[in-house]
Structures are given as structure tokens and as C-alpha cells.
């Protein structure tokens, strides 16, 4: 908590991460704060001021503007409250990149171009086109030596013209900078100016993983990482799944990934013969309708188990220059498919109002209309549609 006063509140919007409609508040402006503003790859705080929730917290030239939803009086003493677990989240992450990018460049000469500290995970770009799973298993094994040493990390100000700064990693200050310069140094690993927020000493890290490498822009490689209670929180994931399928698949851990290959080969083999099923089923259906003395101009089927392909081969085994076929596959509470299939100038000009009674869409071309269908329950309406038009024989209906 810190004790600070209110400098300044406009009224504003804000656009939520998510996207949607902005949000009505204001702007505010306090005499100092300990709430980060997003900068440097690091999200920002959260908190409260006095018991007002602080929605965002952004950076305009050397000031940081709070984002709440209530108006606050200029000049009134506040009570600022800091958001402590998401805080020390970004601390650990952001000092494990800091320590990576070190590791990696001493070890490899590989160069962090960016950053991202994700909500999930975190991503290090390396200018380098690939890694290999020992360098990976190198440089993890390096950065968590360096956390058990229990290396001290430190805070330093320079002065703009200082020579030291010549001596400290960066990728160039902002265009709005004002001020003293912000040096992050790893003693004996790192000297990084940064603006963002970090731990005393890198055994607050506890633990780094390394999750792998995903392709990166330009022949750059994406370093994928954890640190501290983010490990912690995916190996509890990780458990908890672990004796889920320990339940499900009655083996151990180690026969998991077996046995779920044992069960992907047999659900394509059921796949394959349900199919099959399907296909001789939709020949007998077709076959009864014909075998009938005098054949309806207007068949109806409704499927709840089926796809394109057994409606399909119904409308080809029945034919359509003289009958005109509705069938829908699907459950009548959810959506499904259809097609309409017939002489071609009657589905052409039934097709759509088909379409627009199922709630759903769909095109045609020779004699067939097929789509999806959300409203699978007003297939009566449908039904009636086509036997008015059959018994009137008017395209028109």
C-alpha cells in the first residue's frame, strides 16, 4: 500500500484486451504510484485506489495514468493498493527473461530481438534461425545453477550522459523519455536498462522450464519458458490430468500415451465401419422407396446418425428427375444438415426458402440445395412446404 494524492481525473474511455464496447471512466493521474504501467514487454498492475478498482494502467511521457471507473477529486489524499500475486508473477518473469537472454547470449551468442510476457506462458525471440534440444537442455540447466546461487539483482539510475550506459545492454530508449535511466544489473551476468519491475535476488525465481521452441519471423526462434509459481501451477495442471487418465485408461502414467493410440486405431476402425453401415443403409432406404407400385413425388427422411455423403447416395440411388427428396440428418434440439434434391428448377426456387425455414444456409447447383440447419425442429414446415408444392405443382409456393 502507499498513501498518495490525486493530481488530476478526465473523464475517458477505455477499449477492453478482449475487444467490445468501451468502457466509461476516467483518467487519472497521481502525485507518484507504485502500480506499473505496461512497458518494456511487461504488462501492468492492478489494484486499488481507495476502494475503486484501477482497470488499466498506462504510460504518458513520464507520467502513469490509472483507469478507473469512478471520479476521484483532485488533490484528495488516496490509498493506493497494489494487486501483490499478479505483481510478483511479472517480477518472476520478467527477471527469468532477463537471466535467459543473458544465458543464452553468453552461451551461444544468441541475441533476445523481443519479448512477450504472456498470460499462460512466456516468448523470447532469439535471432537465431533453429535450437537444438541440447542447447535447450543446456541453457536450462545453466539458468537454474544461477537461481540456486542466489545471485543478487540491483537497481540502478544513470544520468542520460552517463559513459556507463555505454556499457549496458539495450535496445534503445523510447522517444518520449525523460529523466534518469533505469539499469537492471544480474551481478556478474547482466547489466540491461529496463523500466520494468524485478526480484531482489534471482533464488525468488525458484525454478525455471524451458517448454521448447516454436518458429519465429524471419529466421528467428520463439523460446517458450516458466518461471517461479508459474511451474509450480503447470506441474499441478499437469498432475491432475496425469490422474484423470490414470482413472479413464486404468494404466499408469507411462502407458498413457499407448494406450490412447490403442483407442485413436479403434475409434477410426468404428469410424470407418459405421460408415459403411451407413452407406449400405442409405442404398436399402432407396431401394424400398423404388420397390413401391406407385412412388410418391415427394420423399422424406430424418436421420438423427448421418452426413452429406449418406444423404448423398439416397438422392443418386432414387433419382430426382421425377421425385423430389428432403432429408436431413441430425438432432432435433441442435443443428444438423440438409438436402433438397429434385428437379432442377424446383429446387431452385424452393432451395433457399428451405434454407431460410431451418435457420440455416446453403447453395446448389444441377438439382441439389444442401447446407447447415439450426432450427432442425421446423422440419414439419418444410415438409408442408413441399407437399403444397407437389400437389399444386407450382414452382412459386
Not at 477529486?73 to 493506493?80: C, F, M, R
Not at 535511466?181 to 524485478?198: A, K, L
Not at 479403434?266 to 469410424?271: A, F, N
Amino acid at each position: 500500500q502507499f498513501a498518495t494524492r490525486v493530481v488530476s481525473c478526465r473523464a475517458a474511455e477505455l477499449r477492453p484486451e478482449g475487444g467490445g464496447e468501451p468502457v466509461r471512466g476516467f483518467q487519472v493521474v497521481l502525485e507518484d504510484t507504485i502500480l506499473f504501467p505496461e512497458g518494456g514487454g511487461q504488462p501492468d498492475d492492478r489494484g486499488l485506489i481507495g476502494d475503486v478498482p484501477v482497470l488499466r494502467v498506462t504510460r504518458r511521457g513520464p507520467e502513469a495514468v490509472h483507469f478507473v471507473q469512478a471520479a476521484l477529486e483532485p488533490g484528495a489524499e488516496v490509498l493506493l493498493s497494489l494487486d501483490w500475486e499478479r505483481r510478483f508473477d511479472h517480477m518472476q518473469q520478467h527477471s527469468g527473461q532477463h537471466l535467459i537472454t543473458a544465458i543464452a547470449d553468453q552461451m551461444f551468442g544468441f541475441k533476445t530481438t523481443s519479448w512477450e510476457l504472456g498470460r499462460q506462458r512466456s516468448v523470447i525471440e532469439l535471432d537465431t534461425p533453429s535450437m537444438t534440444a541440447e542447447q535447450i537442455e543446456a541453457l536450462e540447466r545453466s539458468v537454474n545453477e544461477k537461481i540456486r546461487e542466489r545471485v543478487p539483482v540491483t537497481v540502478r539510475e544513470l544520468a542520460a550522459d552517463d559513459p556507463d550506459i555505454e556499457t549496458v545492454r539495450s535496445r534503445g530508449l523510447p522517444d518520449d523519455h525523460v529523466g534518469p535511466v533505469r539499469v537492471i544489473d544480474i551481478e556478474g551476468i547482466d547489466s540491461n536498462m529496463c523500466c520494468g519491475t524485478h526480484v531482489s535476488n534471482l533464488s525468488d525465481l525458484q525454478v525455471i522450464k524451458l517448454l521448447g521452441t516454436e518458429k519465429g519471423k524471419k529466421n528467428k526462434t520463439n523460446l517458450v519458458f516458466l518461471a517461479g509459481n508459474r511451474v509450480l501451477k503447470s506441474l499441478e495442471q499437469s498432475h491432475s490430468t496425469e490422474k484423470a487418465l490414470t482413472s479413464l485408461l486404468k494404466n499408469g502414467p507411462g502407458e498413457h500415451v499407448e494406450a490412447v493410440k490403442r483407442l485413436q486405431s479403434s475409434v477410426k476402425l468404428l469410424q470407418k465401419n459405421n460408415l459403411n453401415l451407413l452407406r449400405d443403409i442409405a442404398v436399402l432406404i432407396a431401394r424400398e422407396f423404388k420397390s413401391k407400385p406407385v412412388p410418391s413425388q415427394l420423399f422424406v427422411l430424418h436421420r438423427k446418425e448421418g452426413d452429406s455423403e449418406f444423404m448423398n447416395i439416397i438422392a443418386n440411388e432414387i433419382g430426382t428427375e421425377e421425385t423430389l427428396l428432403f432429408l436431413t440428418v441430425g438432432d432435433d434440439k441442435e443443428a444438423g444438415l440438409f438436402l433438397l434434391a429434385g428437379p432442377v428448377e424446383a429446387v431452385e426456387n424452393l432451395g433457399p426458402r428451405v434454407a431460410e425455414l431451418l435457420g440455416g444456409k446453403g447453395a446448389g447447383k444441377r438439382g441439389r440445395f444442401q447446407g447447415k440447419a439450426t432450427k432442425m425442429s421446423r422440419r414439419g414446415e418444410v415438409e408442408a412446404l413441399l407437399q403444397e408444392f407437389t400437389s399444386n405443382g407450382s414452382p412459386e409456393v
